[in-house]
Every structure is written in structure tokens, then in C-alpha cells.
């Protein structure tokens, strides 16, 4: 009996396994994959979510869906990924991403326009059920593109698991790319605590790092005294691309022991704006350098540190030279290793000279709600918006053309804010510019930028992310609308689209609505060129027509175009 039983147990585990094991993934492009991005890179306030595919440096190439699955999300906007399609894998567990999209296939742009229609809105985040959009592997589901904040054609694919919606790194299933090309090391940085030496001053180090045969080194060792932290500036290429992409992994070894490692392997949308605490923000808005920190600031989120001995900071209570190894690693084992060594030098500390009690140096915790307050601003920074404690600096200056009160410099630019914090500022504004006014930052050289603002009593009180110089400007401009392709009494032959280029100089573009004979249009939006369109398919009739378009700014100036044209 139990022999006979024996082969159906096995046949009932064949079938089993054969629904759960993982479908093997294809490749999202017909052509050789090259990168010009990967995984865990690092970019402005978040990590690299995916990796980017060249397409041979044009738009329109076919795009496929990796593996069996269904459309559970599409997006579109003039931001971000632009348009983007989210397809579930429920074999694998996984989701497959694939943005910056052209256009969408003809059965998924049907549904898309439909949402564009049902909402008038260009910009849509439409989840679909399992049902309405199934994907079989190597379907074509869109053409790549440049959409959203893309700043050249390509593609940005992405793999996460499902359940947790966590980006995985792609380069972990296989796809065939060639890699035989170690890491760049670029240069060190050896940063020095409150009561540090680092030979003799207390200051940071940065050192050029010299290829020697098989490693790396530095021509100098140096003579610490104190704790202290390592930095390392350092890029990856792959074959036949010259792209400076993103690392995998960075291990510290002090006297052979290893003391600190950072892995790309998973990341969490909850935490990638730690990223700011991982990198030398300083060094990246001051000198275009983007060092990883081997080192974890007091609030830093990030686990991607699979070890870290004191949070990564070396003291040394002794007075030898000790060994010091840094090795950083593609996902394909390609390796380079930095060796030098440090001298320990255990004297008595240096005692921290206390800051002057003065009114423009106050310190700001970290963990803690930070308030400042003077007679033209209010400051209300909530707990854990700052990644280490600060010594908050403000200064008040003269103004400048076309700002109201006062220049308000609020710490440094180059500290980096988590979370928003609450700024009011308070100048004297005629009342008929009030509802155009709002607080902008500048560079003292003319240029603002706008942050926004809502008059409370008698501040301007807005939210942001950055320090820096603050003020009160107004936009009295309408913004531009230019047709490229229409005017009014314009005859369409063989025209295929509308299109128009939209700008404001100021506060910026807040919305747009097109119209042809009083009913909304679909116009697609690009904010880096500026470019509306409509694309003239089987929704319009033949005869004459009427086309509009209003487009307001940040402060609600409007301005209205008209063209009748015939079709």
C-alpha cells in the first residue's frame, strides 16, 4: 500500500511546485541591455529605485512585459516616472515597473483614455483589477520614452516584491549583462568628530586614492588622534557603456575585522530619503562629489547596513598603526580594494570650546521639536526633521530688487531637512499684491525659486525641506502661451496635433485646461520642453472648430488663448 501511494505523493509535489516555482524573467527589450543607471544609486534625496536600460539613444522602442502577469497600476504625469505601468507577477510574487514610457499599448491606452476622460485631467494614478488587463510574457505593452522627469530617452525598470512593495535589485535575476569592470575609487575622506586630530588639526581629510598593481592606496599615513569616520567618493561602469553607475556594496576592515558593510540589495520608498544621512551632503551641493558615508549619523533609518560595529566610528586607545581596508563590489563580483594604514595617537582630547550665547547660534536636536522665533520670522521644525544635532545659524540682510522685507538666511543649504518644517516670514505688502506674493529662495543673484505661502495675520506662512535664503517676492506675470502649430483661422490638412508651448517665469504653472468647442481634451504635458499637445484622432469632426486653452500659475495669475481653425 504505501508503495503504491509512493509515486502519487510524488506526482501531487510536481504539480505542486510547478504553480509555485518562479517563471523565468525576459528580457523588457529586444536588444543588447546596457545601463545608464543601477540600482541603490545615488540621486537627489532618494536612492535608485530600479535600473535604467538604454534604447539605443531613441524613443519608441518596443517594450515587454517580463513574465506572465496583470496590469494592477498605470500612472501619468508630467513628473516623477512620467507614464509608467505596474504589472504583477503572481507566479514569482514579484511586480515589474517600467517608466518613463512614450505610449502605452493600443488595449492599455483605451482604458487609460478613458480615465483621462472620466477625471479631465492629464495627470491619473489608475489601479486596475486582476481581470481587466492580463499580460502574457514578452507582450508589448508600451514604447519607451523620456516622460516625466527622464532627462533623456531610455528606460527605467524596476522589479519589487509585492507584498511589501520594496524595490529589489534587478541585477539579482540574471538578466544578461556584461560586467567584468571593477569599481572606480575616486577619494577618501577621513572626518574628524568635535575633539579629533586628524595630524595635528581638527578638520576633515580628504585624500586621492592611487591604483597600485592589484589595490589601492593613499600617499600618506595619517596620525589620529580621537574618533573618527571614513568617507569613500567611488562609481561603477559596465562593458561597452560609459555611464558612471551606482556600487553594490562597500566593506570596512579594521586589522582584518570587518566593521561595517552597506548593501544594495532591497530598498523601502518609507526610508530612501535617508539617503541624505548615508551621502556627504555637503560634499555633494558644495563640491559635486557623492561620497557614501561608512558611518551611520544618530537618525539615519537606512537598513542596509548588514554590519556596523559603533555605528561605524573608529577610536582607537592605543598608540600603534593600525591596517585599514575598504573593498566596494559590482553585483557581478567585481572588486577594489583600498589599503592604507592610520597611526593612533592616544592623547588627552582637545576641550570643545563653547559657543558664543549669542542670538544667531542656537542648537537644534535632533529628536527633539526645534522652535525659533525673531520679530520677522516663525521657524517650527518637528522632532526628527534633522538627521544629527545642529548649531542653527540665522542672519538677517538687506533686501534685494523686487523682494519685500528682508533676506533671511536660515541656516546652511547644504544641511540637508528630512521632514518639512513650518516657515513664516513677515514684511510689509501692499494689499493689492498679497494674493501674488510668496516666499521663494534665492541665490542673492536674482534668481527665486518658488516654495509657496498663505498669509496668516501678518506672516506669509508656507512648509519646506531646505535651508537656505529665504524671502517674500510677488508674481504680477501672466504666464506665456505661444501656439507652434496653431493660430486663430488656421486650416488643418494633414495635421495630426495641436500643439502649443506653455511658461511662467515666476511662481511657475499651476494648471492648464484645453478645450475644442467648450469640451475638455486630452493634452499631453511636457515640463521640460514646455510642449502641450492634442493628438487629432477620430475625436474631432470635420468642420469648424473652436480651441482653448487657459493656463493659471502658483499665484493664480490666468491667461486664456482662443484659435477657431477648421478641420
Known sequence: MIRFFQPLIIIIIILINKNVLPQEYNSPVDFKMLLSGTFGELRNNHFHAGIDIKTEGVEGQKIRAIADGYISRIKVSSWGYGKVIYITHPQTGHTSVYAHLQKFSPKIDA????????????????????????????????LSGNSGSSNGAHLHFEIRDTKSEHPINPLKFKFNIKDNIPPTLNKLKIYAFDTTLINGYNKHKIYSINKNKNFHTINDIPIINGSFALGISTYDKSNNSHNKNGIYSIKLYIDDSIYYE??????????????????????????????????????????????????????????????????ISDIYGNSSKLKF????????????????????????????????????????????????????????????????????????????????????????????????????TTNMKGKFNYIGGKWINEFLKTKTKQFGNFCIVADTTNPEIKGVNIFPGKTFNTQTSIKLTIKDKDSGIKSYRGEIDGKWILMDYDHKSNLLRFDIENNISKGKHTFTLKVVDNVGNTTNYSANFTY
Do not use: W
Open 111 to 142: 482604458l487609460v483614455k478613458k480615465e483621462h476622460y472620466k477625471k479631465e485631467s492629464f495627470e491619473i494614478n489608475l489601479f486596475t483589477k486582476k481581470d481587466d488587463l492580463p499580460i502574457r510574457q514578452g507582450e508589448i505593452i508600451a
Open 262 to 327: 552597506f548593501i544594495a540589495n532591497e530598498l523601502d520608498f518609507n526610508t530612501t530619503r535617508y539617503i541624505n544621512a548615508h551621502v556627504d551632503y555637503f560634499e555633494k551641493l558644495e563640491n559635486k562629489k557623492k561620497y557614501h558615508r561608512c558611518y551611520k549619523l544618530p537618525h539615519n533609518k537606512l537598513v542596509n547596513y548588514n554590519i556596523l560595529v559603533n555605528n561605524g566610528i573608529i577610536n582607537f586607545n592605543d598608540t600603534i598603526t593600525h591596517n585599514i581596508k575598504l573593498v
Open 341 to 440: 594604514k592610520i597611526k593612533s595617537n592616544n592623547e588627552p582630547f582637545l576641550v570643545k570650546c563653547p559657543l558664543k550665547k549669542d542670538t544667531s547660534n542656537t542648537l537644534f536636536k535632533f529628536n527633539k521639536a526645534n522652535i525659533f522665533k525673531r520679530e520677522h520670522i516663525k521657524l517650527h521644525m518637528p522632532a526628527y526633521s534633522l538627521y544629527e544635532p545642529i548649531n542653527f545659524r540665522y542672519k538677517l540682510t538687506d533686501t534685494l530688487d523686487n523682494v519685500f522685507g528682508k533676506i533671511h538666511h536660515i541656516h546652511y543649504k547644504n544641511t540637508p531637512v528630512h521632514k518639512k518644517y513650518v516657515l513664516s516670514l513677515k514684511a510689509r505688502v501692499p494689499d493689492s499684491l498679497k494674493n501674488r506674493t510668496y516666499i521663494a
